[in-house]
């Protein structure tokens, strides 16, 4: 089945603790991005990347890290989290830069106590 | 700021009554989709407009994108309770990337 994996589902952490979301497609899909989905304001890109070692910032990357060493996996990591970055994270990924639509994972529910 | 701009934030619709959502732009999009996010769900996509004037329909949801390739709206006809969830556009605008709505999240009373 195709689709794309984020582990884990949820998540409480505390301020400072470094973190990662990990995030899987089994499509070949060259882009991959990550998005925060706050009340009121939507899904926000946080990175993305359009293929292997090809990352690049979206609206929101302050306090997040991405990498992408292999095609199918872009990890988020929060080297220091913080209390603002409780939020429901996505990672998506499409064939080319969204072009056809996003396949989403199921989320990421984090909590940064 | 926000590229992509989403009316209303919310909607709370009899079952049967009809339903829309609207999508503003500022620029021209060269292309506008639709999702579907279920209550505890991730957003689905539903389906991608690239035309001017373009129409699609999928069983009783009809979507448009306008002439101008600046709006686009989404329209359920006599709504069910399946319907239940918070729909997003997402628009490219210039070929530069997607940018989400911030979602019209729809309640159907039965």
């Known amino acids: 089945e195709a689709q794309v994996t984020q582990n884990p589902r949820y998540l409480i952490t505390v301020t400072g603790k470094k973190l990662t979301v990990t995030c899987s497609q089994n499509m070949n899909h060259e882009y991959m991005s990550w998005y925060r989905q706050d009340p009121g304001l939507g899904l926000r890109q946080i990175y993305y990347?359009?293929?292997?070692?090809?990352?690049d910032k979206g609206d929101v990357p302050e306090g997040y890290k991405v990498s992408r060493k292999e095609k199918r996996n872009f990890p988020l990591i929060l080297e220091s989290p913080s209390p603002n970055q409780t939020s429901l994270y996505f990672c998506?990924?499409?064939?080319?830069?969204?072009?056809?639509?996003?396949?989403f994972g199921s989320g990421t529910r984090l909590t940064v106590v | 700021g926000q590229q992509v701009m989403q009316i209303p934030q919310y909607q709370h619709v009899q079952e049967g009554e009809d339903f829309t959502t609207y999508c503003n732009s500022s620029t021209t999009l060269s292309n506008i989709q639709w999702y579907k996010q279920r209550p505890g769900g991730h957003p689905v996509f539903l389906i991608q407009l690239v035309k001017s004037g373009e129409v699609k329909k999928q069983k009783r949801l009809t979507f448009q994108f306008g002439e101008a390739k600046k709006n686009s709206s989404l329209h359920i006809t006599a709504t069910q309770t399946t319907d239940v969830g918070t729909y997003f556009c997402a628009g490219l605008p210039n070929f530069n990337k997607f940018y989400f709505g911030s979602g019209t999240k729809l309640n159907v009373k039965p």
């Open positions: 998506a990924s499409s064939l080319s830069g969204g072009a056809g639509g996003y396949t």
């Open positions: 990347s359009m293929n292997v070692e090809v990352t």
